[in-house]
């Protein structure tokens, strides 16, 4: 193999490396948080990549804006959903949780089914978006390029948010020890319902930017939903950078994978995950539980 | 009543338990044209009974179950296809050994975790097995499955007949009723009791000394034999066997059939699989859609005000009314 | 001297910085009724993890009987006579009273995994649960759910479960916490009719409870122990009394 092959599949697997991330991140920091097993999160993606479709159909949005506009509708809808569903279910057991959110997904699959269709959407990029890039050794999809620096990008600006801030600082206490966090003074549901806000934000800005390669229809939750979970788990609950090493792994295993063994190739990516979660129960990255 | 004979009155057959039996039978005959419905009805009855043992008496969530009930159909397929094995006991059997000790090796391992570890763990061996099934075409057949398999008689007597579906449904529900038998004796026994203990709490199961690891074990290893024979069943009945057996739909399928009946009580299985399917029968081809917001709706109902399911919901209210428990 | 019924030899344990227990040399005799006392954070209820295994100590050894049971696990302590009440219940709460104490004797009995009998057909089992339940005096309550019991006889359910288990030594977590005292006096007949052979170690905050019952006490502060005596000479000690008994003896 070439120097400039191995180039382009590295890219190529980052780029969809970062689409994971960047849905994924807030689903590893709420359920670091709460310990609540949220399976719907993939539909908050679906439905942000939706709202990103539609507005820039219908209302003429260019992307950035309908990427915003995607930010903003899906965090402000999760917060409705956040209040009225989930919050009875804190302290409920798991299976609770687990049965509440299969519920969500498929209310909200069959929604979207009858409110748009069953047919695949596909967005339209910008032409600054849909060329090539030379960057010297090869030619590369602008877009994917874009997508890494995006990721990266948001990447260290959620790290400094997590590290540097306030806000960020009481997540982490939370994460790690809920009791002591709130007999501290901290007031966890109201940094879930934030948290739980900006995950589905980033989730849906994730499923808009991603519907060029995951795809986007309505079965889009359940399809990516292991993916999800796998990237969470093996970049550990509430570890941004470790979603986003977890997150790269997985996108460029995944793509090579695909390459070189079209016909089952995520076989392998499921046994390092057993492999991985038995050995190590908090994940690739995470810290030790108490 | 005292408090012992009525522990012991509780562990007894009741003449009512008869009943569903009955129904069972009369449906043969009342409704020789829908027999294959009836008949996996049957198998998913089986299933669900299955988890209940896991779910509801172990309190172990898992979201790959249906790997066993995979195993076991692929189990019967493979063994018709490859070797011409085609008597369906001894297929059950391979089934059940089979899908038994994929429940034992992967329970030894899987077990020694909780929570959401535990449920990332399920759904990653399912997932891989259904990799498995899917890459290894030679032996499975891969994403077409195998269509067309023939089993033969059972006993030598009674054949399968892919039209009529009468052979099926009996053997169905004979194997149904050995198997519910075998689940009956095992959760009201002290094992029985012991899982109920852990799943109701953990640490005083440990307080009291409890092997409890090692309980877990084993019901997971019974309950994955037995959904392995629910598998078996049907890739029997049905003469096909494909990827869907194993997958995340049939997994959460199964899952909101038994909570939609009612976990940890035996029956829900049957609640829930009669409910279930009967209205995704009679909904589900028509009104797709719909059918599929319906049941997100039920479902998020049902985790928010309904916990113990239908069979649950009518305890509570017989017991706010008064009369006894069951 | 004789081997104690439950012995400790410095013994240490540290979650990370934070010393909980400091070099605890501790005996409790046979058929003792001894009572642990001190503030909270004391590190009274993980010196009781320490002793059933729940935890393993960071230093030092448990001995029962003589018998060094350090790193044995908590069910093979449980099997050799080392039982324990919880400080907040921790019972089967969908199951009956019954229920709850047949499988802690089931699990003595060893038919805990006996697959084939029926529970309610293991008759020495049920004959032993029920007498346990009336030593407790919960007869009445004996078929009722555990969770439709008032929390003062939930209390005595965790006293039978652990009765059921046929120590040797019981170790009572705060037994009469959460009980309003108009119905204490029933723990207090149940503590005080409990086997004489039995040897009886008690974490309670009441001092009533405790000066009626213990015929030695142990004082815990900061997780080291602070003092050791008959009641007369706790009650007498006047360091005991500044830093911790005062006004709960003058009240």
Redesign the interface.
Known sequence: MDLNSLISILLGGMAAGMVLFIVSVGLSVT?GLM?F?NLAHGAFAMLGGYAIVLSMRHWGLPFPAALAFGFVAVATVSVVFERL?YA??YR?????????T??????????V??GVGPETQTVQLPGWLSGQTDLGLLQYRTYSLVLIVAGTVLMLALLFGFERTRIGARIRAAVDNRRMAQSMGVDVGRLFTLTFALGSGLAAVGGGLGAEILGLDPQYP?RY??YF??VV?VGG?GRISGVFFAAILIGVLDFVLKIYFP??G??FI??L??IL??AR??GLFGKKGS | MNAPMELARRHRLQWWEALPWIAALACFFAFPNYLAFGTQVLVTILFALSLDLVLGYAGIVTLGHAAFFGAGAYTVGMMAMHWGWNEPLSGLLAAALVAGAIGLASGLVLLRTQGLALLMLTLCTMALLEQAANMGAEWTGGFDGMPGLSFGKIFGLFGFDVLYYKSQYLYALATLLICFLAVRTLVYSSFGQSLTGIRENLLRMHAVGAPVRARQVIAYTISAALAGVAGALFAQANGYVNLAVLGLERSAGVLIVLILGGYGRLYGAFVGAIAYMLLEHLLAKAYPTAWQLGLGVTLIVVALFARNGVIGMFDALRRRFGGTRT | MSAAMLETRDLCKNFGALEVSREVNFRLERGARHALIGPNGAGKTTFINLLTGALLPSRGNILLEGEDVTSLAQARRVKRGIARTFQINQLFRGLTVLENVCIAVAERMGVGGSMLRAAGRHADVIAEAMRLIEMVKLQEDAGRRVVELPYGRQRLVEIAIALGLNPRVLLLDEPAAGIPSAESHILLDAIATLPKEIAVLIIEHDMDLVFRFAERITVLVSGAIFAEGTPAEIADNAEVRSVYLGTALDG
């Open positions: 359920m310990g097993v569903l009875p279910l409920a057991r798991e299976l609770d949780q687990v049965l509440l299969i519920g969500l997904n498929f209310a909200l699959i069959a929604a089914t009858l359940f939903l292991v979970l796998i788990a609950l016909k089952g995520t076989l499921y046994a995950t057993l979660l038995l129960p908090q």
